[in-house]
């Protein structure tokens, strides 16, 4: 059993940023969990100190040293939300082609100062392409937590909405922030780009802009990682794919992968009694981004009126209340 003393170690350890000292006592409540029985947690913890020092490993090789708690501010805090995520690769259900290549961007990046050493680059921007829901989001979110980097977000839709005229001044901004803040730098709803141009309000504002942004692309430097998201690939001008050193292609997940969906979601949970063939019945078809949600307020109602005993009625109605919110002019 935990005792007091590990309990006290383990967050003093912590308070005083002693890694070596927390990973110490996290490992003697990894032995004393499998000496009771609870291998899975046991492993669990192991597999988490193994990763941190993965990581620690990784991060000594990082130019530049820890990465500073950063803000934006001025004219950048109404262009872009900055966010610190704790997601992980792990944490998403996706093909193995897809995963593959995303732990190889972790890589690269991890590890860019032995790439430089040898006189090579890591690969710096990627387009995500594919239906709403599919990952492209979640995909940001866990490169950042994986690199233990902030995540800057620039809803594209809504600074070309914002500052018509000079959306291209405004974007420079974010791309010149790049130069001195590592991170990676999302830029979600890249079709409005072409969505704007086609609407034909103002083509020679769109083509400007457009233009600046291919130029932009082409200039970008440095350590930030620079990840589009798009809906409507085929709404992008070709010129925008080049500038990319990669695109990936995401796709609604399977029948067969909504199980794994949501017991990575649900991990906290006891999810032995639960019945999966009514869950997959009711969700197929769903969006991964719709499932994790689904799961959330599942748990939120089991947490709340089922002394946290989630079941298999909690979970079909909550993906059931969910359609129904989806579904339009109901």
């Known amino acids: ?56 490993e990784g991060a000594a090789e990082v130019r530049g040293g820890p990465i500073p708690v950063v803000r934006p501010k001025g004219e950048l805090a109404g262009l872009v939300s900055a966010s610190y995520p704790m997601k992980r690769l792990d944490n998403m259900v996706l093909d193995d082609g ?43 979110s866990a490169l950042a937590g994986e690199l233990s980097l902030p995540l800057f977000t620039i809803l594209l839709d809504g600074v070309i909405n914002k500052y018509m005229g000079e959306t291209s001044s405004k974007i420079r901004l974010v791309f010149d ?43 970008v430097d440095g350590d930030a990682l620079v990840i589009a998201a798009t809906n409507h690939a085929e709404l992008l001008d070709p010129a925008m794919f080049r500038r990319f050193d990669s695109a990936i292609e995401y796709s609604v997940l399977p029948r067969e992968r909504i199980r794994e969906i949501f017991s990575k979601t649900l991990s906290p949970f006891d999810l032995d009694l639960i019945e999966w063939v009514p869950v ?50 109901r």
């Open 1 to 56: 059993m935990t005792t007091q003393a590990q309990l006290l170690a383990l967050v003093r350890s912590f308070s005083e940023r002693d890694d070596a000292r927390f990973q110490s006592v996290a490992l003697q409540l990894a032995s004393d969990a499998a000496q009771r029985g609870h291998r899975k947690m046991a492993d669990q913890i192991r597999l988490l100190i193994q990763d941190a020092r993965h990581r620690a």
């Open 98 to 140: 897809t995963l593959g290549r995303l732990r190889k961007i972790v890589e690269e990046h991890r590890y860019r100062a032995k790439l430089e050493s040898h006189g090579l680059k890591p690969r710096r921007k990627f387009l995500l392409v594919g239906p709403p829901g599919t990952g492209k989001t979640l995909t940001a």
């Open 177 to 219: 922030a790049m130069r001195t803040t590592r991170g990676v730098y999302f830029f979600d709803e890249f079709d409005a780009l072409a969505t704007k141009r086609l609407m034909g309000n103002d083509v020679g504002e769109a083509r400007r802009t457009l233009n600046s942004i291919l130029q932009m692309l082409d200039e």
């Open 280 to 329: 997959e019945d009711a969700a197929v078809g769903m969006s991964q981004a719709e499932m994790i949600r689904v799961a959330e307020d599942a748990a939120r109602e089991a947490v709340l009126g089922n002394d946290a005993l989630l079941t298999t009625d909690i979970l079909v109605a909550a993906i059931r209340e969910r359609r129904v919110e989806l579904t339009p002019n």
